[in-house]
């Protein structure tokens, strides 16, 4: 709670609180800034906005309990306005460092005392009661966050695999069989040896493009041959049949690079229906091609 001395204009989210006995005004502002007040908002506030935050409207702060200015005497009134104004010179602090403060403490201890209550008895208790209160609110905001991620996360899975299944059950054209106008003759290709590693594309130069993995490294004549081989490489299959015919291999990785971009919008934009968001659509879009060995192209 903040006192307005420069008399700022409030909104609609700010409770402005005036005493009706003009007397009280500053002393009961002190007041509202102690301990036990504080406790009173732990205990009426509503906590049900989430990330841990603590809101007060009417209804709560009804239920405040704050200290009555009359029965306080002017000794005291005197003394704890000393503490407060010392108090107020520095920021306030979050709770569990605030109730370790020198400054604090003595406020919240001459108010105990102006309510005939003993400070040596009743303030630990109460500041305890206010920092676990304040620890479970946080606590509690944090376990329903990792719920409801634990809950995005299982979701995000079972929706992965349900698209991923229904692509599968739709039918994926295999390369290079499907991208072939006619059964290659063993006459027409070449035999490539290639180990059971993922292979990529590697150097190029002069119209030789690489294609390496793991401990191998094999220079195919053009870099759409480079494309055939990696497009055509199956795990557990050694043997890559490169067909001779330059015009043969370019139609087949021209014709799949296509399919598999058409595959992947038509994929990403039914993801994009379910979840309404455009980076997890892509994210998981992308996870179900690396699932099913499908390579990923360039726009």
């Known amino acids: 709670m903040a006192l307005n001395k420069e008399k700022t204009i409030l909104g609609d989210v700010v409770f402005e609180g005036i005493f009706k006995n003009k007397k009280h005004k500053k002393i009961?502002?002190?007041?509202?800034?102690?301990?036990?007040?504080?406790?009173?908002?732990?205990?009426?506030?509503?906590?049900n906005l989430g990330e841990g935050l603590l809101t007060t409207y009417g209804p709560e702060i009804n239920e405040f309990l704050l200290p009555n200015p009359d029965i306080i005497d002017s000794e005291f009134i005197e003394s704890?306005?000393?503490?407060?104004?010392?108090?107020?010179?520095r920021p306030v602090k979050p709770i569990f460092e605030e109730v370790k403060m020198k400054d604090r403490q003595k406020l919240d201890s001459?108010?105990?005392?102006?309510?005939?209550?003993?400070?040596?008895?009743?303030?630990?208790p109460i500041y305890?009661?206010?920092?676990?209160?304040?620890?479970?609110?946080?606590?509690?905001?944090?376990?329903?966050?990792?719920?409801?991620?634990?809950?995005?996360?299982?979701?995000?899975?079972?929706?992965?695999e349900q698209v991923r299944d229904e692509l599968v059950n739709s039918g994926i054209k295999k390369f290079p069989d499907a991208f072939l106008s006619t059964k290659l003759k063993p006459q027409d290709c070449?035999?490539?040896s290639v180990p059971d590693v993922p292979l990529r594309l590697g150097h190029y130069f002069m119209g030789q493009q690489d294609v390496t993995g793991e401990g191998f490294n094999y220079t195919a004549r053009s870099l759409e041959a480079a494309k055939y081989i990696i497009y055509a490489h199956k795990p557990g299959e050694y043997i890559v049949c490169l067909p001779n015919d330059d015009i043969i291999v370019t139609k087949a990785v021209v014709e799949y690079e296509h399919y598999l971009k058409e595959l992947f919008k038509k994929l990403n934009a039914e993801i994009l229906n379910r979840t309404f968001d455009h980076k997890q659509a892509e994210s998981i879009s992308k996870?179900?091609?690396?699932?099913?060995?499908?390579?990923?192209?360039?726009g």
């Open 110 to 124: 001459l108010v105990l005392e102006a309510m005939g209550l003993d400070p040596e008895k009743y303030l630990q």
């Open 287 to 298: 996870r179900i091609f690396e699932e099913l060995g499908l390579p990923l192209v360039g």
């Open 190 to 192: 070449t035999n490539v």
């Open 28 to 47: 009961g502002a002190i007041l509202a800034n102690s301990a036990i007040t504080a406790l009173s908002a732990e205990l009426a506030g509503r906590i």
């Open 128 to 160: 305890d009661g206010l920092t676990e209160l304040v620890r479970e609110r946080i606590e509690l905001a944090a376990m329903r966050k990792q719920k409801s991620k634990s809950k995005v996360i299982k979701d995000i899975t079972k929706l992965t």
């Open 80 to 89: 704890i306005e000393k503490a407060f104004t010392k108090l107020s010179q």
